[in-house]
């Protein structure tokens, strides 16, 4: 008899409902990663480690930014992000996850509200849980709802500081913020627009900077970039004013008591973004296989309304969702099925990420195999 009774009957009942989880291997032709430009196995990020331990940076930090863990190669790092992104100030950590959770338990007040799209990622929820402030959802991407809780909020609260939640391309769906209208909405109402650009760096915006790079510099702009996504890292970076920033560092709990990120690491994401701005070849194929994908998902398997890399293949049902990804796995594809809580109930789903880790010729055999299992599907 298990000594977790209630644990293993909580587990039990996912695997009734078709939603357990369970670590797999890599396998097949990648169409599950973030890797959208094929960095994190490459040859750049190889030679920049091998010259980067050459030169004696440490693979380990010590301890925690504010102890001995603020090696030279994080300020670096901090600097040159900085220059790059065109914001005042940086702050590295250790992931995205943590570093929204920073975010959003330490910026807002209590006397704040954040106004958060209906589909921001989990990790602004569990910041949004930890901080003080009050918190709203409004319809995912629709401006017209975000005005009107705008217009209640600084009806009812005159004197809070609002903060706008958004994503610039979202992880389970693929589309894009109407950036330069939410930027608009923020200034009108003397609000912070906080952009997780999470998966549009590296890719998305000129020269892969990010769908809010234009408009970076400005104070009421902070912004997230993800390592770990087109940079083929790991570790984030904050972005924005000197006084947020500054915040961070003296207030912020997962900051102030995680150990510094490998300045290691910090050596390897300076290599992905100095790749960025030298050179485009990247992101012109990543664009180029992407409409390729987009092109072949419409004409093979009706998929239509495609914006971005990620490709949502909306199933709905849970166990339906879980065979058709066990049924591509087989052939050799690796994609993998995506339930609930991730997205809302009833909308189960293929999540397809096109990255330059496949070809063309891939790309198209895929979809003619799926396009054959939604048939059966649907028969």
Known sequence: MTPFPRHQGALDQLKKRSRYRSLMSRAGHDF????????????????????????????????????????????????????????????????????????????????????????????????MKLGRAKTRAFKHNDLVDAEKALQNIRTTSPEARIWIAI????????????????????????????????????????????????????????????????????????????????????KARAFIYATAPSPLNAALVRAALRNLIEQSELQRRAHDTIAHAQREAARLCGLTNLHSQIIPVVIGDDACTMQIADALQSKGYDIRGIRPPTVPRGTSRLRISITNNVTHDIITQMFTDLAEMLEITHA
Do not use: W
């Open 167 to 250: 994503e610039t391309v979202y992880s389970m769906d693929g589309d894009l913020a109407p950036i330069s209208e939410f930027v608009t909405l923020a200034e009108e109402f003397d609000a912070v627009l906080v952009a997780d650009e999470a998966h549009a760096t590296g890719l998305h915006g000129e020269g892969g900077l990010g769908l809010t790079h234009r408009f970076a510099h400005l104070p009421n702009v902070l912004t997230l970039h993800t390592c770990g996504k087109g940079l083929g890292v790991s570790g984030a970076l904050i972005c924005g004013h000197s006084a947020l920033i500054e915040t961070l560092i003296n």
């Open 32 to 127: 599950a990663s973030n890797d959208y430009l094929g960095l994190a196995g490459s040859d750049l990020l190889r030679t920049a480690a091998q010259e980067a331990i050459a030169r004696g940076v440490p693979v380990g930090a010590g301890g925690s930014r504010l102890l001995r863990g603020n090696a030279d190669e994080l300020v670096a790092l901090e600097t040159e992000a900085a220059q790059i992104f065109g914001t005042e100030r940086t702050l590295f950590m250790g992931g995205g996850f943590q570093a929204n959770t920073a975010i959003f338990s330490t910026l807002p007040g209590y006397e704040d509200v954040i106004l958060h799209d209906e589909l921001i990622h989990a990790s602004a929820h569990d910041g």
